[in-house]
Nanobody, 124 residues
Framework: QVQLVESGGGLVQAGASLRLSCAAS????????LGWFRQGIGKGREFVAA????????TYADSVKGRFTISRDNAKNTVYLQMSDLKSEDTAVYYC?????????????????WGQGTQVTVSS
C-alpha cells in the first residue's frame, strides 16, 4: 500500500521561501515518478513539478521554473519541493503524487497515488 504524507505548508509573505516534504512509504520507488500538483480555490488541479526517482530527471510547469526545485532523499524516501520568491498566485493546496510508470507527466490522470494535501498561503 503506497502512502504519501505531505508536510511543510503554511502562511508566508510574498517573496518568501518554503519547503514542502513528502514522505513516501509502502514499496520501493525506484521505477516511479514522484511529484507535486496544486489546486487553488475555484481552480482545477495544476501540475507543478515531477521527478523520476531512479535517474533524478525533472519536469516543471512554466509558472514555477526558476523559482521551485524538486529533489529527493533516497535514504529517507522523501521528495521535497523548495519554493522561492513565492507569489500570491502560488496559494493552493499542494498534493504529492506518484506514478508507478515513472512518466513525470503533466497530466493528473497519469498519477496513481495522491497524498492528502498541505495548504500553502502567500499573502501579498
Amino acid at each position: 500500500q503506497v502512502q504519501l504524507v505531505e508536510s511543510g505548508g503554511g502562511l508566508v509573505q510574498a517573496g518568501a521561501s518554503l519547503r514542502l516534504s513528502c514522505a513516501a512509504s509502502g514499496r520501493s520507488f525506484s521505477t516511479y515518478a514522484l511529484g507535486w500538483f496544486r489546486q487553488g480555490i475555484g481552480k482545477g488541479r495544476e501540475f507543478v513539478a515531477a521527478l523520476h526517482w531512479s535517474d533524478g530527471s525533472t519536469t516543471y510547469a512554466d509558472s514555477v521554473k526558476g523559482r521551485f526545485t524538486i529533489s529527493r532523499d533516497n535514504a529517507k524516501n522523501t521528495v521535497y519541493l523548495q519554493m522561492s520568491d513565492l507569489k500570491s498566485e502560488d496559494t493552493a493546496v499542494y498534493y504529492c503524487v506518484a506514478d508507478k510508470y515513472g512518466r513525470t507527466s503533466y497530466s493528473r490522470w497519469a498519477y496513481d497515488y495522491w497524498g492528502q494535501g498541505t495548504q500553502v498561503t502567500v499573502s501579498s
